[in-house]
């Protein structure tokens, strides 16, 4: 059945230094066997005979050239072979022509075993190590006749990826493709004789994560490419060109549709109609004088550029202008589709009307705003721009343009969708439908200070410090010091750490008589310990009610309990932290010294490499974030989102810009998330406010209040607000290099 996997039976494992022994003996005594076959054939004058043609005297048992038929499940040997040749740029490589044959004879094993088996996503981890796709097991059957013979298509295309050999022969003289005839696996004959394969991290059969266990899932794709060689599974190219009236935010809508697609692994790029009008007529009127010879002119210059873009391997490009008239958004259409070639359907008009006056009117003081050097004119001049475009503006009809692609928002309220077809499209639709044209202010932050943070574990769900603590009712105050009133959101993961530090908004909106519902645990990760001395003395009760454990001293200042806050908490398990698989918990030390070698290939390529049995960054952010992102757009009214580290910086790098510029997901990891501090996007504007020193008055206070000292002391960031997006202070943890906390 599509979607499902099926589990191989557990075997004892031997150790690692035994599994290497055996195997050198193994290798010794092959030679041994090809030395006195070679001694016959001479002694007979045989020059037909070799080592590969001549069939073996009998299988060595333990050898690993085990029939393909009886392959065992994959054996442990292969972080200790990574590790072997390991290269200062931390990636894998092996040399063919190794003296040891005992490592090339377990890499063959190995490869023939996983192949067996249908393990892609070891078998990836081989062949990106440098692994031989070409290995033969005893009867000269490469991993290719294998996976011919088993049915797994997908192995078949990762070999050929890699290279392997299309028509290579066994003993029977048989190709991969032959086998696959003989075993009724048409596909897989199709793609032998026909396909010429080169990436496979996004063939469609990869979607059966999404019908199996997370934790198989995860490691779906263990090591992928750079996105700029990674197709997209939106494939193809598209131009997008904004129609509307000065005011109306579609430079804002523009950048939106660029982040998305940047996000979805898309090379996008913006093409302003006014610079190329006058790169063609020599003018740049902001008045609308729309001559048929300057639009072709004009049409003609962004259709050439556009069509260099899309040669050079970009994929999305969006024209930013007025297109205020029929005349010129049917030149630019028809001179666009002659050049580059494509249908009619991946050109989309996107319209944006409005007769909002008060929204047009901040629409106009934030472009002063943004605006250099702003003149003392600036909004008189900009109206009176605004009302000659609206004396030739013709909007788009269904009607008038119904051959067409286009979409129409009319004052965010109606969306008019006209011949919007295919995957891309609708893509392009449903983010649109999700985009709020003013957007409330966002505020990001990590949950407070935490006990695994502080012994240096990795992830983990243990309850917060008592600096943890102390944060929890900073944020509390600041929050409620920020919104004044309004109403607002909070969005919190579900693990322990996360859920201690919105307690007192959970509070708040019980108050308010919000629904609150109990926290879901995360799915990954154990309760956390009650034996834990500085966990909360509250909990939420499955009727929405908080209880307090008797006998523990509050750590709520009392003024605090009678602070008032109109929020509603929500919880969301999607905003767990990185699945970190089998180093969950563990100490950063103890993962260093065991896993030398996946450290250092995290380290390579943090995004796309997973934990071992855990999660990617690429997953994480395609899986998980996605959904939220399009609900935070979507809001109207201002969000809080508590989670972790990886998160964070996944939202930061969406929302935020790094010194005026967009934050591809491939280097979100790197954008440091302080402690203790609140991160607030409003609009282009990003700030980093520091709560650390009201979060050690907090602590001190609350330790003349418990005889419970405070579990460290930690340095001030030196101001209460900061700009930029790289500020590490010493609680930058080391799991923020690494993704993860």
């Not at 063609?280 to 260099?308: K, M, Q």
């Not at 013709?394 to 295919?422: P, V």
Request: charged share 20%; aromatic share 6%; net charge negative.
């Amino acid at each position: 059945m599509p979607g499902t996997v099926a589990q191989s039976p557990m075997r004892k494992k031997l150790s690692l230094e035994k599994l290497v022994a055996i195997q050198r003996e193994i290798a010794l005594l092959d030679r041994r066997i090809v030395s006195v076959k070679q001694q016959i054939a001479d002694r007979e004058g045989s020059d037909t005979t070799s080592p590969q043609s001549s069939p073996p005297i009998a299988p060595p048992v333990g050898s690993g050239q085990f029939p393909h038929s009886l392959a065992p499940p994959p054996s442990p040997l292969r972080e200790s072979l990574v590790g072997r040749s390991m290269t200062s740029g931390g990636s894998t490589q092996f040399d063919d022509h190794d003296d040891d044959e005992s490592l090339q004879a377990m890499l063959a094993v190995e490869m023939c075993q996983l192949t067996a088996v249908g393990d892609i996503v070891s078998l990836r981890a081989l062949l990106e190590s440098g692994a031989n796709p070409n290995c033969t097991d005893y009867d000269n059957s490469t991993p290719l006749h294998i996976a011919a013979e088993r049915g797994h298509i997908d192995v078949v295309k990762l070999l050929l990826a890699f290279k392997a050999t299309r028509t290579s022969v066994d003993d029977e003289g048989k190709t991969p493709s032959m086998i696959a005839t003989e075993k009724g696996y048409e596909e897989i004959h199709d793609v032998l004789m026909f396909q010429d394969v080169t990436v496979v991290h996004d063939e469609p059969d990869s979607f059966l994560c999404a019908s199996i266990p997370a934790q198989m899932a995860s490691g779906l794709v263990l090591e992928a490419q750079p996105s700029e060689d990674q197709p997209s599974i939106m494939s193809g190219n598209m131009i997008v060109i904004m129609v509307g009236l000065p005011g109306r935010g579609k430079t804002y809508i523009a950048q939106h549709i660029l982040r998305y697609f940047m996000w979805n692994h898309y090379k996008c790029q913006r093409f302003t109609h006014q610079s190329y009008r006058k790169r063609a007529t020599g003018t740049a009127a902001s008045f609308p004088t729309h001559v048929p010879d300057a639009e072709r002119l004009t049409s003609l210059l962004l259709a050439t550029e556009i069509n260099d873009y899309f040669g050079s391997g970009g994929n999305i490009a969006l024209i930013d202008g007025t297109h205020s008239t029929p005349l010129r958004r049917h030149t630019l259409r028809q001179i666009l589709l002659d050049h580059t070639g494509l249908p009619t359907t991946r050109i989309i008009f996107v319209e944006v009307f409005s007769n909002d006056h008060a929204l047009i009117m901040s629409n106009v003081l934030l472009a002063k705003e943004a605006s250099r050097d702003p003149s003392a004119t600036f909004v008189e001049d900009y109206m009176e721009n605004m009302r000659q475009h609206e004396e030739v503006y013709k909007t788009l009809s269904s009607t008038a343009d119904s051959d067409m692609s286009f979409i129409r928002i009319e004052n965010q309220m109606t969306y008019n969708l006209n011949r919007i077809d295919g995957w891309l499209q609708s893509r392009l639709a449903y983010m649109l439908h999700n985009l709020r044209h003013y957007p409330q202010p966002i505020y990001l932050t990590r949950a407070g200070e935490y006990e695994d943070l502080v012994s240096g574990r990795v992830g983990g769900n243990s309850r917060l410090s008592r600096q943890g603590e102390a944060y929890s009712n900073a944020l509390f105050e600041f929050m409620k010091t920020e919104m004044n009133g309004q109403q607002f959101v909070v969005m919190s993961s579900c693990a322990a750490r996360c859920t201690q530090t919105v307690r007192h908004f959970v509070h708040a909106a019980l108050r308010n008589r919000e629904v609150v519902q109990e926290p879901p645990a995360p799915a990954h990760l154990p309760p956390p310990p009650l034996s834990q001395a500085h966990g909360s003395s509250e909990s939420i009760s499955s009727t929405g009610s908080l209880n307090q454990t008797p006998n523990q001293t509050p750590t709520v200042p009392s003024a605090l309990a009678l602070c008032e806050a109109n929020c509603r908490v929500a919880y969301f398990p999607t905003l767990d932290d990185l699945n970190h698989g089998d180093c969950e918990g563990q100490l950063w030390s103890d993962i260093d010294a065991t896993l030398p070698n996946t450290m250092a290939s995290m380290k390579a390529d943090p995004y796309h490499v997973a934990w071992p049995n855990g999660e990617s960054l690429d997953q994480l952010y395609t899986g998980r974030l996605e959904p939220h992102i399009h609900e935070i757009q979507a809001s109207t009214q201002p969000i809080l989102v508590v989670s972790h580290t990886p998160l964070i910086q996944g939202f930061f790098a969406y929302f935020g810009t790094q010194r005026g510029a967009m934050i591809s997901p491939e280097v979100a990891h790197t954008v440091a998330i302080p402690l203790h501090s609140v991160i607030r996007i409003r609009g282009s504007t990003v700030e980093f406010i520091d709560l650390s020193t009201r979060v050690q008055e907090i602590a001190e206070e609350t330790a003349l209040q418990s005889p419970r000292s405070s579990s460290r002391k930690r340095a001030s960031f030196g101001g209460s607000v900061f700009s930029g997006s790289a500020v590490r202070g010493e609680d930058a943890h080391r799991g923020s290099e690494v993704y993860g906390e």
